[in-house]
C-alpha cells in the first residue's frame, strides 16, 4: 500500500516536496483510495492541504536552542542525533536501553497528514512520517496497574545553547494518561514529507497527538516511563494557571490571556482569514469518549 513502510526512512522513501505533492495529485485523481485505507483517522487528510516544508520547519518552538521562533532553525543543528536510544522503563514487562534503528526495525513508518493547532491560536498542516506510540508500548509490554506515560527529552548543554536559561526546568518533561497514548492517533514522528526529520522539528524521534495544543508534541525523546501516577509536564509546572496536563483543542476554553475559539492559519499571508477552531482539533470522533464525564474546564 502507498503510504506504508516497513522499517527506517532509507534514500529511496525521501520525496522532496515537489514530487510528493504530485503523488498527492495523482492520488487524489485515483477517489482517495489509498488513503481510504488508513481508516477513519486519517479521513480527514483528504480535505487538508499540508503548509510548505519551509513553512514547517522555520517557525517553531523548541526552547532548548533559544525562545524566538526561528531559533531552532539557526541553532538546532549542533545537536547529534547519532547515534540515538530511547530508554523504556518504570512499570513495563522489557525495560531497558533500546537502539534507534533496533526500535524502527520493528515499526511500520506511514503518512499521517495531521492538523496542529498552537496554543498561540496559529495553526499549520504536517504531513508526518512515523509509528504509533502504542506499537512501541506494546513491544516493551504495558504492564497492568500502568495509568500514564512519561517522556523525557534529551537533555546536552554543550549542544543546546538554550538550556543555560532558566525558562524551562530542564529536560523538558511530558505526559499522557495510557488511554491517550494508546490511541491510533498518537504518533512518534520521525520523517516530514518523507524526509528524516529536521533536528528542528524534534529529531530523531519526537511526539504527535493531533487532538493536544502543540506544546504536549515532546521533541528529541530519550526516555518512555510508564506510571501509575500523573507526570509532571513542562509548561505546567512553570505556569499551572495556564497550562494543564491534559491541554486538549478546545474552543470553548480559553487560555487565561487569550482566545482559543479562533486560528491562524500559518502561510495565508499575514492578512489570511481566522478559521473557527474545532473542538479536539477535528479529532472528536476518535478522542472525545476518551474524556467522557470528565469536566474539561476543570481538567484544561
Ligand atoms: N519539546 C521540547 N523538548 N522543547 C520545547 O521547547 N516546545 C513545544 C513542543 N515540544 C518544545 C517541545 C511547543 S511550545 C510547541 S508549540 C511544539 O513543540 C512545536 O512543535 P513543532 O516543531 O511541530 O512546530
Not at 522513501?13 to 481510504?36: F, P
Not at 492541504?49 to 518552538?61: C, D, F, M, V
Not at 525523546?221 to 491534559?246: C, H, M, Q
Not at 469518549?289 to 484544561?300: K, T
Request: glycine share 8%; net charge negative.
Amino acid at each position: 500500500m502507498a503510504f506504508r513502510w516497513k522499517g527506517d526512512l532509507k534514500d529511496h522513501h525521501v520525496t522532496d516536496e515537489a514530487l510528493w505533492l504530485n503523488r498527492r495529485q495523482i492520488i487524489g485523481g485515483a477517489g482517495g483510495l489509498a488513503l481510504a485505507g488508513l481508516a477513519g483517522r486519517a479521513r480527514a487528510a483528504e480535505e487538508l492541504e499540508p503548509n510548505s516544508w519551509e513553512e514547517i520547519t522555520s517557525y517553531n518552538n523548541y526552547y532548548e536552542f533559544g525562545t524566538d521562533k526561528d531559533d531552532p532553525k539557526a541553532y538546532a543543528d549542533a545537536l547529534t542525533t547519532e547515534p540515538w536510544s530511547v530508554t523504556i522503563d518504570g512499570m513495563v514487562d522489557k525495560p531497558g536501553q533500546y537502539a534507534l534503528e533496533d526500535i524502527l526495525s520493528q515499526m511500520t513508518i506511514e503518512e499521517r497528514i495531521y492538523r496542529f493547532r498552537c496554543v498561540e491560536a496559529w495553526s499549520m498542516v504536517v504531513p508526518w512520517n512515523g509509528f504509533e506510540l502504542a506499537d512501541l508500548l506494546n513491544m516493551a509490554g504495558v504492564q497492568s496497574g500502568a495509568k500514564y506515560v512519561a517522556f523525557e527529552t534529551v537533555l546536552r548543554p554543550e549542544e543546546m545553547r538554550g538550556v543555560s536559561y532558566p525558562v524551562l526546568d530542564w529536560p523538558y518533561v511530558e505526559g499522557l494518561r495510557l488511554d491517550e497514548a494508546m490511541n491510533p492517533l498518537t504518533l512518534l514522528a520521525t520523517g516530514i514529507y518523507g524526509k528524516d526529520i529536521p533536528n528542528q522539528n524534534g529529531a530523531p524521534l519526537r511526539l504527535v497527538v493531533p487532538w493536544k495544543y502543540g506544546f504536549k508534541s515532546i521533541k528529541s525523546i530519550v526516555r518512555v516511563t510508564l506510571t501509575d501516577s500523573e507526570p509532571p509536564t513542562s509548561w505546567n509546572k512553570a505556569n499551572p494557571r495556564e497550562y494543564g496536563f491534559y491541554s486538549n483543542v478546545n474552543p470553548q476554553v480559553d487560555h487565561p490571556r487569550w482566545s482559543q475559539a479562533t486560528e491562524r492559519p500559518i502561510g495565508g499571508g499575514f492578512f489570511a482569514k481566522r478559521k473557527p477552531t474545532l473542538m479536539f482539533n477535528g479529532y472528536g470522533e476518535e478522542v472525545a469518549s476518551l474524556y467522557d464525564g470528565m469536566d474539561l474546564s476543570e481538567y484544561f
